[in-house]
């Protein structure tokens, strides 16, 4: 069983800044973020395999956001800059056990944190 605590959500205007973290209570193969904004589909965000440290980025935030690994604490990051109203959603962090073989796909992971409220104000 993987436990994940996610922290850092909160409000901030557009253009601003924001970080989330999610802490894993044991090892996993990927940990990754998705979103969730009121009457929509949950979303991927962002992932990042520990292996390699690759990481993969939805169109709508690459080269806004950037997430980011501290293997020995088995923390992600998840930087994001020049935020936007529409990046308003609930944020998750989710991590697959076993082979990643693509990671874009929510039913992959296999575990889910709580998820954190992040709005972005006009």
């Known amino acids: 069983q993987v436990q994940l605590v996610e922290s850092g959500g909160g409000l901030v205007q557009a253009g601003g800044s924001l970080r989330l973290s999610c802490a894993a209570s044991?090892?996993?193969?990927?940990m990754a973020w998705f979103r969730q904004a009121p009457g929509k589909e949950r979303e991927f965000v962002a992932a990042?395999?520990?292996?390699?440290?690759?990481?993969y980025y939805a169109d709508s935030v690459k080269g806004r956001f950037t997430i980011s690994s501290d293997n020995a604490k088995n923390t992600v990051h998840l930087q994001m800059n020049s935020l936007k109203p529409e990046d308003t959603a609930v944020y998750y962090c989710?991590?697959?056990?076993?082979?990643?073989?693509?990671?874009?796909?929510?039913?992959?992971?296999?575990?889910w944190g709580q998820g954190t409220q992040l709005t972005v104000s006009s």
């Open positions: 990042i395999r520990w292996s390699g440290g690759i990481t």
């Open positions: 044991g090892r996993n193969s990927a």
């Open positions: 989710a991590a697959r056990l076993g082979p990643v073989l693509a990671v874009k796909p929510s039913q992959l992971y296999n575990y």
